[in-house]
T-cell receptor, first 109, second 115 residues
Framework: RKEVEQDPGPFNVPEGATVAFNCTYS??????FFWYRQDCRKEPKLLMS???SGNEDGRFTAQLNRASQYISLLIRDSKLSDSATYLC??????????FGKGTRLHILP | DGGITQSPKYLFRKEGQNVTLSCEQN?????MYWYRQDPGQGLRLIYY???????QKGDIAEGYSVSREKKESFPLTVTSAQKNPTAFYLC??????????????FGSGTRLTVV
């Protein structure tokens, strides 16, 4: 099993819709979880941390399911500007940070 | 404003040349990292440093070298031994010596092309 796995997509979603994607991780001892956003030919930028109790930032909600070892990102009322690749980041063995390969999201007008 | 500065933004290298990519941060972060990203691929760790004058190999260190003489600076040299250096290179830093509890801040990257 890969340390961090994401559906590569692309997810093609009409503007205004709600979209969600998951990321699974293999190390049950992982403690830190993040979602990053990467625009085409740009650097990744931290979107949000993922807390055990789940957390929300505007239209974005992140959740952690430790039993099934996955994190999720939900985007409500999607905007054209949400089009990007979303990277899942988990600290793995020896606290090494592992980046997923990303899920591509296209918001359609 | 605090951040990470990478230069140059674009770099062209001839076969057999060594080139050095600059990475400077004014965030007072202890840990710094170099990643490589190929088109449609994830980030792969080249080298990292958790403290001045110390660094460790990542997953794909062959053909690369680094130094960490100052807390603020972590330059990456792509040597002629790196057979496929064309890629997007990203430098990152974190405040907690690599424990990853606070996430990473990235520079804007250097796009290296072999000509």
């Amino acid at each position: 099993r890969k340390e961090v796995e994401q559906d590569p997509g692309p997810f093609n979603v009409p503007e205004g819709a709600t979209v969600a994607f998951n990321c699974t991780y293999s190390n049950s001892a992982s403690q830190s979880f993040f979602w990053y956003r990467q625009d085409c030919r740009k650097e990744p930028k931290l979107l949000m941390s993922v807390y055990s109790s789940g957390n929300e930032d505007g239209r974005f909600t992140a959740q952690l399911n430790r039993a099934s070892q996955y994190i999720s990102l939900l985007i409500r009322d999607s905007k054209l500007s949400d089009s990007a690749t979303y990277l899942c980041v988990v600290n793995g063995r020896d606290d090494k940070i592992i980046f997923g390969k990303g899920t591509r999201l296209h918001i359609l007008p | 404003d605090g951040g990470i500065t990478q230069s140059p933004k674009y770099l062209f290298r001839k076969e057999g040349q060594n080139v050095t990519l600059s990475c400077e941060q004014n965030l007072n972060h202890d840990a710094m990292y170099w990643y490589r990203q190929d088109p449609g691929q994830g980030l792969r760790l080249i080298y990292y440093s958790q403290i001045v004058n110390d660094f460790q190999k990542g997953d794909i260190a062959e053909g690369y070298s680094v130094s960490r003489e100052k807390k603020e600076s972590f330059p990456l040299t792509v040597t002629s031994a790196q057979k496929n250096p064309t890629a997007f290179y990203l430098c990152a830093s974190s405040p907690d010596r690599g424990r990853g509890n606070y996430g990473y801040t990235f520079g804007s990257g250097t796009r290296l092309t072999v000509v």
